[in-house]
């Protein structure tokens, strides 16, 4: 039973253009969402968050957009640019697990010059 | 560099092999995990250690042991591992519950 789901395993982008990636959840008890990117033979690499108190939060070029009614975020990566492309994960966590993180499968994404 | 630091970066172990995965962190956080990632898998959580005490066991099985001597260092102990523990294996660390959490690098074990 998947909690967490990224339904794209994959995003193509051209640079300069906007990226979109989602992340859907089924656990209503989610109260923290968390975007990591992860390039290969790396650890994950903490992008941005967002507590179900907000339903935005902003970082450079990065946005992150909550709704808590359709259990759905995302990512928006503007401008996208060569460098961005990797694996992106979303994270959720909440309740009363203590810090325990629970990830989407992962999307690639891949930005074209 | 996320300040989390695990060795070794690869291990190639055979089944019957006692090894150990260590992880530093130079961050001052209270938490550490355990995570592991299997082709084509999401990470899965194993362990959580707060203040050196563990706090959830995610029904990992017994030939994975953990340690936490103190708040900084982490221990992943391996006894008759199974080639389908293969995985990529990471550490984690993070101020308190619902913040960020920190990785590490990972280990790229191999059982054979």
């Known amino acids: 039973d998947q909690q967490v789901k990224q339904n794209s395993p994959s995003l193509s982008v051209q640079e300069g253009r906007i990226s979109i990636l989602n992340c859907d959840y089924t656990?209503?008890?989610?109260?923290?969402f968390l975007w990591y990117k992860k390039y290969p033979a790396e650890g994950p690499t903490f992008l941005i968050s967002i507590s179900s108190i907000k339903d935005k939060n902003e970082d450079g070029r990065f946005t992150v957009f909550l709704n808590k009614s359709a259990k759905h975020l995302s990512l928006h990566i503007v401008p996208s640019q060569p460098g961005d492309s990797a694996v992106y994960f979303c994270?959720?966590?909440?309740?009363?697990?203590?810090?325990?993180?629970?990830f989407g499968q992962g999307t690639i994404l891949t930005v074209h010059p | 560099e996320t300040g989390v630091t695990q060795t070794p970066r690869h291990l190639v172990m055979g089944m019957t092999n006692k090894k150990s995965l260590k992880c530093e962190q130079h961050l001052g956080h209270n938490a550490m995990y355990w995570y592991k990632q299997s082709a084509k898998k999401p990470l899965e959580l194993m362990f959580v250690y707060s203040l050196e005490e563990r706090v959830e066991n995610n029904s990992v099985p017994s030939r994975f042991s953990p340690e936490c001597p103190n708040s900084s260092h982490l221990f992943l102990h391996l006894h008759t591992l199974q080639p389908e523990d293969s995985a990529l294996y990471l550490c984690a660390s993070s101020r308190n519950k619902n913040t960020e959490a920190f990785f590490g690098q990972g280990t790229r074990l191999t059982v054979v």
């Open positions: 994270a959720a966590s909440g309740g009363t697990s203590y810090g325990k993180l629970t």
């Open positions: 656990n209503s008890m989610f109260d923290y």
